[in-house]
């Protein structure tokens, strides 16, 4: 007579490590947070059409800005003097400007200037910020109020007024540009970091880690900042948008990439005086603006419908 001997350990190869009291602690939390991301992203695409029409002409922007070298016909700095003012057509898709260059290869390489400089403002704004509001927040007393006023101190002036300032007097560059434009936005991330941060310092396992003996550094970089992506998130895809207009409007004053550069706002600052006989060098660039922005604004409104709980219907 054999004796059956079975192994407790031994576990279907179809069962989920999440439910799977077997399975390696780092692998159910992994595979929970794939399902939840998966189920974020699936209630996201049936619930955002909007977001998702959003996200998609966004990334056809990208994919644009990115290609732009290979995507555009003709070099956008390139003059020829027997095509100046040509309308729209096969051979230029855009048509061409008052010195002969080629609108769509501008238009491309504009994409490439706005959302690299929008794209670096907000890295650099989010990053900064963040970690101003967290300090303020967690720590509070003298810390909060020399932050806090210093932060009103900007946000006193005027978004524009003040990138004027900044770029007028560190000179027209793209560097310039994007310092200008990150201390501007900076202060938005801040508040929306310290409130957030007042609120999440009270919270059981922030009061746990102190408890155990956790550093305050330690509890801002692993408990605080993480739990700041939600609000950052839409905040930031809110902001980029503005940040797109914010660096055309300084082009478009001449204080924005430098010629011969293409840039959104430098190329309606050149078709104005050619608007009324030459309407492509406007329509086709302004556009390009006007749906880059209304696409980040209309995706940054449907990720703080999704992320934000209170504002499920």
Excluded: C
């Excluded at 101190?153 to 434009?181: C, D, K, M, Q």
């Excluded at 660096?247 to 078709?271: I, K």
């Excluded at 604004?297 to 990720?303: I, M, R, S, T």
Aim: no cysteine; glycine share 8%.
């Amino acid at each position: 007579m054999s004796d059956t001997i079975s192994d407790p350990q031994v576990t279907s190869p179809d069962s989920d490590p999440a439910e799977d009291p077997s399975a390696p602690l780092e692998g159910r939390e992994d595979h929970g947070r794939r399902a939840r991301f998966q189920a974020s992203a699936g209630h996201f695409l049936r619930n955002q059409p909007l977001g998702v029409a959003s996200g998609l002409f966004i990334g056809i922007v990208l994919a644009a800005a990115l290609f732009a070298p290979w995507l555009a016909p003709y070099s956008p700095t390139e003059q020829t003097r027997t095509e100046i003012l040509e309308s729209p057509s096969m051979t230029h898709y855009f048509g061409t400007d008052d010195l002969g260059r080629d609108i769509f290869s501008r238009v491309l390489y504009g994409a490439r200037s706005s959302l690299f400089v929008a794209t670096a403002t907000i890295l650099a704004a989010t990053s900064v910020g963040v970690v101003l509001g967290a300090i303020s927040g967690y720590f509070g007393g003298k810390v909060d109020m020399v932050i806090q006023r210093i932060i009103d101190a900007v946000l006193s002036v005027p978004v524009l007024l003040l990138g004027l300032f900044i770029v007028s007097l560190l000179g027209p560059s793209i560097r310039n540009v994007i310092l200008a434009l990150a201390i501007v936005f900076t202060p938005r991330f801040s508040r929306i970091a310290r409130g957030e941060m007042l609120r999440i310092k009270v919270s059981e396992y922030v009061v746990a880690a102190e408890a155990l003996g956790a550093r305050p550094t330690r509890v801002i970089m692993r408990h605080g900042i993480p739990n700041l992506a939600a609000p950052i998130i839409v905040l930031a895809s809110l902001t980029f948008g503005q940040a797109i207009v914010a660096e055309s409007a300084l082009s478009f004053l001449g204080l924005g990439v430098p010629p011969p550069a293409p840039s959104w706002g430098r190329m309606l600052a050149d078709s104005r005086q050619w608007m009324q006989i030459a309407w492509w060098m406007v329509v086709f660039p302004g556009a390009a603006l006007s749906f880059s922005v209304l696409a980040f604004n209309l995706l940054g409104d449907a990720l703080r419908d999704h992320l934000d709980p209170k504002l499920v219907r």
